[in-house]
């Protein structure tokens, strides 16, 4: 037999054993997200009050609203350019120096659908097959598949409960994060509700900048930020030009539906996470980027109003855990709170908990390392479903 | 926002918020936040407690009407001595001095139409100052309050997501 005819052969046994629809190994090597499991068991039952939720109890302000109809009323339903229409890249540009961010609204501002897909850019982006991606954890869910997704080796960086789960020189030195080529985090944080001030961002910026790590922030929660002002590393010195931040509407807005969110970075790195979007995405979603402006021109009132409930609510759920004895650090922004597991496995209380008394929390362990052994509940609940929920919570643990 | 506005924001929003819960909510202790729920009704800032009522969901729905008031004053007699006189009447909700093409508008709540125009025609037409009255029923509510009357209040958001 020739050594033709071998090739041929093998090719067909390849052929017979594969389908060739077969998901790549990138996509098989992710293991599904840790939520879905309690996705699906809360899905399955009846008079479930639910903490896991992640996103606003609000709808987005009616002058937003308004504005997606008008557009649509107007017929403006085609693509927009690339990077999202001027006017809203100039007023993300006036609405980000609150934040002390300056970024020229022509090159260094991309509108994407959603933050979660400016974080996906810019991975696919700014990541080599092989490059390491530091990720402070517990973390949003997508970004270890994200840097696997982009062949990138993420690399875990757990925050410590006695830090306040703020990330430190220490624990990236700890974590081998000094060799990383990028870091990823999100504070104001998912899931534990931490933020760093000033002083602790410029102690992580000096790192980055002795050790020459590229930094991907994500701010989605920085207008609700309740002690203090949100602190952007970006602003520090040196720092602007290895960072890119992720900011957008689904938080701050309540606008999780309509999937706009932007990045903001030096030029070239925004020209290259344009490319990936334009060939994915086209362009964010048209409507959304008018109710966007409008909600940058004229909301300011209602995202404060959310912000005032969004902080009773968290004053509340903080107070109902320290009166139930379960130790819980005072969360400062976003709007979870992530209390110590009652019981040594988060798991199976956040599995108990739901069968037996119908509420929803999410397992630390879900977000990654340095979450384990703790819970997430957010306060984008109504008060009235909180005070039972957290009543149930009592009646379960005492 | 100082304590006093914090806790009537919150009455205003729900006023059966416990003590424990206003407390809660504003990181006051619960001694502090019952003394300022007292103050504020010591000082008449809040006047009473009551609930916001969708009468369509009840059996015995009363008739409720707007009723425009035109008076005319003279040398001896104020709008504060005419209302006075109106809002003794205990199917009167509210009343108030407003400006425009009335004086006073009224709330008048009472169990038939025909009660509500025997009020309005026999206790409050005659008073002498009043010139005119005009009275529009309320055929439905929609928004009172501040509370929207609708039954779209479920939860569609995913019920655990990242």
């Known amino acids: 037999m020739s050594r033709g005819e071998e090739r041929g052969e093998e090719r067909g046994d390849e052929r017979e054993a594969r389908s060739p629809l077969q998901p790549s190994d990138r996509v098989t090597s992710v293991p599904p997200s840790g939520i879905r499991r309690f996705f699906e068991l809360a899905e399955e039952m009846d008079d479930v009050i ?3 939720v992640g996103e606003p109890d609000f709808s987005a302000p009616w002058a937003a609203r308004e504005a997606a109809i008008a557009s649509l009323e107007q017929g403006r339903t085609s693509y927009t350019a690339n990077r999202g229409t001027r006017e809203l890249r100039e007023e993300i540009a006036a609405h980000v120096t609150k934040y002390g961010q300056e970024y020229d609204p022509d090159e260094e ?3 994407t659908a959603g933050a979660s897909e400016a974080i996906d850019a810019a991975f696919r982006a700014l990541v080599n097959p092989g490059d390491t991606v530091a990720i402070a954890e517990p973390a949003y869910v997508s970004y270890e598949p994200g840097v696997r997704f982009a062949g990138g080796d993420p690399l875990s960086v757990p925050t410590r409960a006695e830090d306040e789960f703020v990330l430190t020189p220490e624990v990236l030195y700890e974590h081998g994060a000094d060799e990383a080529d990028l870091l990823v985090y999100c504070y104001p944080n998912n899931p534990t509700g931490a933020t760093m001030d000033r002083e602790e961002i410029t102690a992580v910026a000096e790192f980055c900048i002795e050790n020459d790590v590229g930094v991907l922030a994500d701010e989605i929660y920085a207008a609700l930020t309740y002690s203090g002002d949100h602190a952007s590393i970006a602003t520090v010195d040196g720092m602007r030009e290895r960072t890119v931040v992720f900011n957008g509407f689904s938080k701050a807005y309540a606008m999780t539906g309509l999937r706009l969110g ?3 970075a030096p030029a070239e790195v925004i020209k290259a996470m344009n490319r990936v979007h334009q060939y994915t995405m086209l362009s964010a979603p048209t409507t959304a980027q008018y109710a966007a402006v409008e909600a940058l021109r004229s909301c300011d009132d209602e995202v404060a109003e959310m912000r005032r409930q969004y902080d009773r609510r968290r004053n509340f759920v903080l107070s109902r855990f320290e009166e139930m004895g379960i130790d819980c650090f005072e969360a400062t922004g976003a709007f979870y709170v992530f209390p110590e597991s009652p019981w040594p496995d988060a798991g199976e209380f956040a599995e108990a908990l739901l069968q037996e008394e119908g509420v929803a929390v999410v397992p630390g362990d879900a977000f990654g390392a340095g979450g384990a052994g703790h819970l997430r509940a957010s306060y984008a609940t109504g008060l009235g479903e909180l005070r039972e929920a957290m ?3 009592e009646r379960f643990v005492d | 926002m100082d ?3 914090e806790i009537l924001e919150l009455l205003r929003e729900n006023a059966r918020y416990s003590v424990a819960d206003l407390a809660r909510m504003t990181g006051l202790d619960e001694e502090e936040a019952a003394a300022t729920v007292e103050e504020l009704e ?9 609930a916001v009522v969708d ?4 059996t015995a729905e009363p008739v409720q009407a707007h009723v425009e008031l035109n008076v005319t004053l003279d040398r001896e007699t104020s709008y504060r001595d005419i209302a006075d006189r109106i809002a003794k009447f205990s199917e009167v ?7 425009g093409d009335y004086d006073f508008a009224l709330e008048v709540e009472a169990d038939t139409m025909g009660e509500v125009s025997r009020f309005v025609s026999e206790k409050v037409a005659p008073v002498p100052e009043i010139t005119q009255t005009v009275t529009h029923y309320i055929m439905d509510t929609y928004k009172d309050d501040g509370i929207v009357f609708d039954d779209e209040d479920d939860d569609e958001r995913l019920s655990v997501t990242p």
């Open chain 1, 50 to 52: 639910s903490l896991g």
């Open chain 1, 109 to 111: 501002i991309l509108v």
């Open chain 1, 262 to 264: 932007y990045a903001m």
């Open chain 1, 391 to 393: 009543a149930r919570i």
């Open chain 2, 3 to 5: 304590e006093r506005a």
């Open chain 2, 42 to 50: 010591a000082d008449g800032v809040v006047r009473g407690y009551q």
């Open chain 2, 55 to 58: 009468w369509s969901q009840w």
């Open chain 2, 93 to 99: 909700r509210s009343l108030r001095l407003v400006s």
